[in-house]
């Protein structure tokens, strides 16, 4: 019964759609809505299946650091990634923790000072914050792309798994132009990965990066345009200087949006006090009473071979909840799930290897 309500809710609100352009599906991939998204997944690729799907599981940080019941939350995570992934055409887990299964500590960001991961009200508001500027794209009349040509450009060799980084607030200062800050990170990525084990240090197969608010920037000053080609001084031209001096083998797509995010109750004040009510950073902190109402973003949605270890770890949590026979199904189930996502770090594994060795040619 609750599945035909679900499915007949679906298609009312697709036929009421003038250019259906897929599914964006947000859910708890840790608990047993995992199952129930799988199920939709499945339903709707059926009845849509030219549709792309792109499927976010919102991972919130376990309560418990070391125990079984972190073990047993990702192996249910495991089980509705493994199960989700032939039905969708992109999947981006997105969570502030830096590791599935062992205890580490999570996520930290530059000019969040106030961040308390441990708050389900404050990590909800930075993922949320990230998918919103990375679906932009997906969402406006002008400067826009489809699902179907996100999906195509992003998922090559069957690896649907993607990373989402993001750089929230993204910096902008008083005294320093964006060329400058960029150029100070050298090899350094600006943003901070939102994927468990996923550290940003090998350089992606194919990236998207979405900006917004960096043209309230200074973008280059008089004495560095020196430094680029001629004319090249525009904020698309310097990002996709530094985009392709930090990736150089990896295709870059580039969107950027005027205007800034907007905060507003109820999102969380958790910026830093060196940011004034603008977002910008300053010498001087800002004043307990005064809360921050603008900041620039920017996120990377990035097709990377990191994502081995994550699938790794997920199948590792699978592994222990076989051992510890833990999981409400049967072993065979269980199985055929573990042997997905050992075929998902396959993916990555090979790419890896075979860039390894061409480069060695």
């Given at each position: 019964?609750?599945?035909?309500?679900?499915?007949?809710?679906?298609?009312?609100?697709?036929?009421?759609?003038?250019?259906?352009?897929?599914?964006?599906?947000?859910?708890?991939?840790?608990?047993?809505?995992?199952?129930?998204?799988?199920k939709m997944a499945t339903t709707?690729?059926?009845?849509?299946?030219?549709?792309?799907?792109?499927?976010?599981?919102?991972?919130?940080?376990?309560?418990?650091?070391?125990?079984?019941?972190?073990?047993?939350?990702?192996?249910?995570?495991?089980?509705?990634?493994?199960?989700?992934?032939?039905?969708?055409?992109?999947?981006?887990?997105?969570?502030?923790?830096?590791?599935?299964?062992?205890?580490?500590?999570?996520?930290?960001?530059?000019?969040?000072?106030?961040?308390?991961?441990?708050?389900?009200?404050?990590?909800?508001?930075?993922?949320?914050?990230?998918?919103?500027?990375?679906?932009?794209?997906?969402?406006?009349?002008?400067?826009?792309?489809?699902?179907?040509?996100?999906?195509?450009?992003?998922?090559?060799?069957?690896?649907?798994?993607?990373?989402?980084?993001?750089?929230?607030?993204?910096?902008?200062?008083?005294?320093r132009s964006l060329f400058a800050?960029?150029?100070?990170?050298?090899?350094?990525?600006?943003?901070?990965?939102?994927?468990?084990?996923?550290?940003?240090?090998?350089?992606?197969?194919?990236?998207?990066?979405?900006?917004?608010?960096?043209?309230?920037?200074?973008?280059?000053?008089?004495?560095?345009?020196?430094?680029?080609?001629?004319?090249?001084?525009?904020?698309?031209?310097?990002?996709?200087?530094?985009?392709?001096?930090?990736?150089?083998?990896?295709?870059?797509?580039?969107?950027?949006?005027?205007?800034?995010?907007?905060?507003?109750?109820?999102?969380?004040?958790?910026?830093?006090?060196?940011?004034?009510?603008?977002?910008?950073?300053?010498?001087?902190?800002?004043?307990?009473?005064?809360?921050?109402?603008?900041?620039?973003?920017?996120?990377?949605?990035?097709?990377?071979?990191?994502?081995?270890?994550?699938?790794?770890?997920?199948?590792?949590?699978?592994?222990?909840?076989?051992?510890?026979?833990?999981?409400?199904?049967?072993?065979?189930?269980?199985?055929?799930?573990?042997?997905?996502?050992?075929?998902?770090?396959?993916?990555?594994?090979?790419?890896?290897?075979?860039?390894?060795?061409?480069?060695?040619?």
């Amino acid at each position: 019964m609750v599945q035909d309500d679900v499915d007949e809710r679906i298609r009312y609100f697709a036929e009421e759609c003038d250019h259906l352009q897929g599914f964006q599906v947000l859910f708890d991939p840790c608990g047993g809505f995992g199952g129930v998204t799988a199920k939709m997944a499945t339903t709707m690729t059926d009845d849509y299946s030219k549709k792309a799907i792109f499927a976010i599981p919102c991972i919130a940080t376990c309560p418990d650091t070391v125990g079984v019941a972190r073990k047993t939350w990702h192996s249910n995570c495991a089980l509705s990634i493994a199960t989700l992934y032939e039905s969708c055409s992109m999947i981006a887990p997105i969570s502030v923790d830096s590791a599935v299964v062992t205890s580490a500590l999570p996520r930290r960001f530059d000019y969040l000072d106030y961040f308390d991961p441990s708050k389900d009200y404050h990590s909800s508001a930075i993922l949320a914050a990230a998918f919103n500027v990375a679906s932009l794209p997906l969402r406006c009349r002008s400067n826009a792309t489809t699902l179907s040509e996100m999906s195509s450009a992003l998922t090559v060799f069957d690896r649907k798994l993607l990373t989402i980084s993001c750089a929230f607030p993204f910096p902008r200062f008083e005294d320093r132009s964006l060329f400058a800050y960029l150029k100070s990170l050298e090899d350094r990525q600006p943003w901070t990965p939102l994927v468990p084990n996923a550290s940003n240090v090998k350089i992606p197969v194919v990236q998207h990066v979405v900006c917004k608010g960096l043209t309230s920037f200074q973008i280059v000053s008089e004495l560095e345009k020196r430094e680029l080609p001629y004319g090249c001084w525009k904020l698309e031209d310097v990002l996709r200087q530094y985009l392709g001096d930090v990736f150089p083998s990896c295709p870059n797509m580039l969107h950027s949006f005027d205007s800034l995010c907007h905060i507003e109750s109820p999102f969380p004040q958790l910026f830093s006090r060196k940011l004034n009510r603008d977002g910008i950073v300053t010498q001087s902190d800002r004043d307990d009473a005064t809360g921050v109402r603008h900041v620039a973003a920017a996120v990377a949605l990035q097709n990377s071979d990191e994502m081995a270890a994550y699938a790794n770890s997920l199948a590792d949590a699978i592994k222990y909840s076989l051992r510890a026979k833990d999981l409400c199904l049967e072993d065979d189930v269980v199985r055929e799930h573990l042997e997905t996502l050992v075929n998902i770090a396959s993916y990555y594994q090979s790419w890896s290897g075979s860039s390894s060795a061409s480069d060695s040619d």
